[in-house]
Each structure stands twice: as structure tokens, then as C-alpha cells.
């Protein structure tokens, strides 16, 4: 049975008298690893550490050296991916194909991020386009912030980490990683291989601890610069409160609409639903939760959208044909079939689904829902999908619109007028016309509106954010000056 400690400054801390906590696969329980919980004085050491490597090393790594390191990272990940892939297996209950998924979504994170450290540009100003501002040039450069505090979820141990440390790297700052509890052992790997892809030591530290030893006092130490957190809107709030001056990227929740006018293609998007809603047992932050269907087509898709979603081989997330899983934990998995028999309760019709089992929860599809329901109004994060008929474009954006959420969305018509027209109505990050809303690319901008976040993600625009402007100025010496000093 693996140990696996904190690392900081390349050494690991994995002490016999530490507190520890046990990793279980979450489909049968088998122990899997074991933590070495790290304290509050190692979350001070390790920033400390951070802060130190960041002025006297990292800030002065030339964009070439880091982007090799990336690059490296993703070479050496693309040699282990299926290591990798079965960690991700045994630690989240990931079903393999879709763990697999995650590696080489995260291998092509890397490379983006390897790319992007050599092209992290400013701009000159026209400085003389104010009046004085004659014979004076000024530039605008990007410069890191320094010590990035990375919290990271369960879902997408390794690319939701990626998506946080490779952008960091890239722009030159140092990190504090505090990944989940229950998914740590992928991430323990993660920076076992920057190290060996020639990272120095320092500059990615690693925490094993929990939220209230080790979490919170990262989102308040002063030498913090940046937090970057994915997880619940409760615990984004709380990060919000007590960040102070610091910059934050938060990435929450959601409960994402998908809409079918009447001209959608049926087919693709009931294959396309189907994966979108119940992909990791629709513990994922797009997740498609809501499905709003125009009444002429209602019935043919809840027909063939049943019959898919009954279809779907539920099993042990490490045989080849297995697409439904377990959730996290069991009581994730009872809250989310409270939640299906409180609808039951007010109304709301199960038309497949429904049953339980330990951490296994079948494939749901509701009906009859109401907006005031918790498998509606909030984030659901389970396998669980309602669809719902409408009747006009109005409509449909109206209760699109209704919820504190606005990460992404799925709009499906070949009407390009009208998905223009419905994709700028809609109170989202981001939407995708003819896609599902779980859809997402390592490079375009990530993130939400309202209370499904701040910031975004995306390799690009998480630099960005994790750099800060520097404007340099300069007076120029004219020929009357130089002429006058000289008498």
C-alpha cells in the first residue's frame, strides 16, 4: 500500500507519526493509498518556499527553459498515459475510456502551455497621441505574479490541475497545489514527473492536506498573489470573502441548459445528450441538466433519448465497455436519489433510472419537473437530467436564463440566425450551437457568469490572468536637448 506525502522544495514529507488519510476506489471500496496529512506549518513552509524560489529563481527562468519543461512534462505523461489513466480508475471511479480520455486532454494542455511561454507578449503605446506627450515612447510587458495557490477538484484530477499549474508555469510564477482528498494520488504523480521533467525544486509545491488545515490558510497567507479554485459555490464564496487584495479565478457550478428547436437533428443530439449528461455519472460542471425541447419534437426525442440512456452498460469502471460508474462517494450517490425523490414527491415522473446501489446510481431522466426543484434549480452533479417542452424562442431563453448559473450552454437548430440570435440571449460564459453544453476544448475561454464563477480558464486566458501589466515609460532626448547639455 502506497504512502503518499507532501512535497516541498523536492522533498517528500511522509513521516510515520503524521495523521493520515485513506484513498478508496470509489466502485468497491478497495483501499487504494494512503495521505500523510500535511499541518499548517508545512502549508507555511511551503509557501515560504514558493515565495523564496519565486524571486530567486523562477522570475529570471527564460520563456525557452520553461516552455522545455512543459514540453517535457507532456512527453513523459504521453509514455505513462495509461498508468496514469488507471490511477484516475482507482482513485475517482472514472470509467477507463473516459479516464483516458483526461490524459490526452491533459498531455495536449501541456503542449498549449509549452507553446504559449514563448509567446507572452505587450504592446507599444502611441504615446504621443495625448498632447505633451511629444518625444516620450512607453510599453506595456507582462510580468508573473508570483506565488499561485492552486485548489483543485475531484472530477478531473490531472487536466483540472493541468489547467491551473502548466499556465503558471508557463507565465513564470511559482504554485502551492492543494489537490482533493479523495483524487490525490494522480496528482501526486503530476509532480513527480515535473520533476523529472527538470522543474526546480521549489517552484511547484505540493500539499496533502484538507480544506480547513491546509486550504483555507492558503486563500489568506499575505504571500499569496493568486488563487485559482474549481469546486462548490459554497466553498467559492467563502474563498471570495477571505482572498482579500488577492486575484481569484473561481470555476463553480452549474446546472447547464441545452435547447432543441424543432429544425435539431434528432439523432446526433440524443447520441450527443446521452454522453453529455451521464459522462462520469454527470459529475462534471457542464454536465447537461437540463434539457429544453420544442414540443413538435418532444416526444420522438424522449423516446430515443430513453431508450439510449437504458442502453448504457453500468459496471467496474475498469472494463473496457463500461460507461456508468460510480459517483464519488455514497453519500454523494443518497443525496442525489434524495434529491430524485423529492421531485418524485412534487410531482416529477422518472422515466428511467432512479435505482441506487451502493456508490452506483443509475442513468435518470425526469419529467414533468418544476423550476423550483433541486434537480432544476441547482447543481445537480450526478447522473440526472430533466427535459422539459417549450414552445417559443422566448420561452425557452426565459427559462434558460432562470438560474443562478451561467457556465455554458448547448443550443441545437440549423437556423443560423436564430443561434446567433439565442446564443447572445443567453446568460452563459460560453455556448455551443449544434454541441452539448458539456463540451469543452483545452484552449478556448472557460469560465461563467453570475454565480458559476470569476476569471477564465483556458491555457491563453489563464496567463493572462496569472501575469500582471507593467508599463514602462521613456523620455526621449531631442536634438535641442542633446545639443543644449553639451552648451
Not at 476506489?25 to 496529512?37: S, W
Not at 480508475?89 to 475510456?97: L, N, S
Not at 511629444?134 to 492552486?150: D, H, N, Q, T
Not at 458559476?452 to 523620455?475: C, L, P, R, V
Request: glycine letters at 8%; charged letters at 25%.
Amino acid at each position: 500500500m502506497m504512502r503518499y506525502g507532501s512535497i516541498i522544495n523536492g522533498q517528500e514529507r511522509n513521516e510515520n507519526n503524521r495523521e493520515t488519510l485513506a484513498v478508496h476506489n470509489p466502485y468497491n471500496q478497495d483501499k487504494v493509498g494512503e495521505l500523510a496529512l500535511a499541518t499548517r506549518t508545512d502549508l507555511e513552509e511551503a509557501v515560504n518556499n514558493s515565495f523564496e524560489t519565486f524571486h530567486s529563481t523562477m522570475k529570471f527562468m527564460p520563456a525557452h527553459k520553461r516552455s522545455d519543461i512543459l514540453r517535457r512534462t507532456a512527453d513523459l505523461l504521453t509514455e505513462r498515459a495509461e498508468e496514469f489513466a488507471e490511477t484516475i480508475v482507482q482513485e475517482a471511479g472514472k470509467p477507463i475510456k473516459y479516464s483516458r480520455d483526461e490524459i490526452n486532454r491533459s498531455i495536449q494542455v501541456l503542449r498549449f502551455a509549452s507553446e504559449l511561454a514563448k509567446n507572452i507578449t505587450g504592446e507599444v503605446l502611441p504615446m504621443d497621441a495625448a498632447i505633451g506627450g511629444e518625444s516620450r515612447m512607453g510599453f506595456v510587458k507582462r510580468i508573473p505574479l508570483g506565488v499561485v495557490g492552486a485548489i483543485t477538484p475531484f472530477n478531473f484530477p490531472l487536466n483540472l490541475s493541468l489547467h491551473k499549474l502548466a499556465p503558471a508555469i508557463a507565465a513564470g510564477n511559482t504554485i502551492v497545489f492543494k489537490p482533493a482528498e479523495k483524487t490525490p494520488i494522480s496528482a501526486y504523480k503530476l509532480v513527480k514527473l515535473f520533476q523529472e521533467a527538470g522543474l526546480p525544486d521549489g517552484v511547484l509545491n505540493l500539499l496533502m492536506g484538507t480544506g480547513e488545515e491546509v486550504g483555507e490558510p492558503l486563500v489568506t497567507h499575505e504571500k499569496v498573489h493568486k488563487i485559482t479554485f474549481t469546486g462548490s459555490l459554497p466553498v467559492g464564496r467563502k474563498i471570495r470573502e477571505s482572498a482579500g487584495f488577492k486575484k481569484v479565478t473561481l470555476e463553480l457550478g452549474s446546472n447547464s441548459p441545452n435547447i432543441l428547436f424543432e429544425d435539431a437533428h434528432i439523432e446526433s443530439a440524443v447520441k450527443e445528450l446521452v454522453k453529455g449528461a451521464f459522462a462520469f455519472s454527470g459529475q462534471v460542471c457542464i454536465s447537461a441538466q437540463r434539457v429544453y425541447v420544442h414540443k413538435s419534437i418532444y416526444e420522438p426525442f424522449l423516446s430515443e433519448y430513453i431508450k439510449q440512456t437504458s442502453a448504457l452498460k453500468i459496471g467496474d469502471p475498469k472494463e473496457e465497455d463500461t460507461e456508468i460508474g460510480p459517483m464519488i462517494t455514497e453519500k454523494e450517490a443518497k443525496r442525489a436519489k434524495q434529491w430524485i425523490d423529492d421531485a418524485v414527491e412534487k410531482g416529477a415522473k422518472i422515466e428511467t433510472g432512479g435505482e441506487r446501489n451502493g456508490t452506483v446510481l443509475a442513468p435518470t431522466i425526469m419529467t414533468n419537473v418544476d423550476r423550483n426543484m433541486k434537480i432544476i434549480a441547482e447543481e445537480v452533479f450526478a447522473p440526472i437530467v430533466s427535459v422539459i417542452p417549450f414552445e417559443s424562442e422566448e420561452e425557452v431563453i426565459g427559462y434558460a436564463n432562470d438560474s443562478i448559473y451561467g457556465l455554458q450552454a448547448g443550443v441545437f437548430t440549423r437556423d443560423i440566425d436564430r443561434a446567433m440570435r439565442v446564443a447572445d440571449q443567453l446568460e452563459m460564459g460560453g455556448v455551443w450551437i449544434n454541441e452539448i453544453s458539456t463540451y469543452r476544448q483545452d484552449n478556448h475561454p472557460y469560465g461563467g457568469v453570475k454565480q458559476s464563477g470569476i476569471g477564465k480558464e483556458g491555457i491563453k486566458y489563464a496567463i493572462e490572468d496569472m501575469t500582471e501589466m507593467k508599463f514602462i515609460g521613456i523620455k526621449l532626448t531631442t536634438n535641442h536637448e542633446r545639443d543644449a547639455s553639451f552648451g
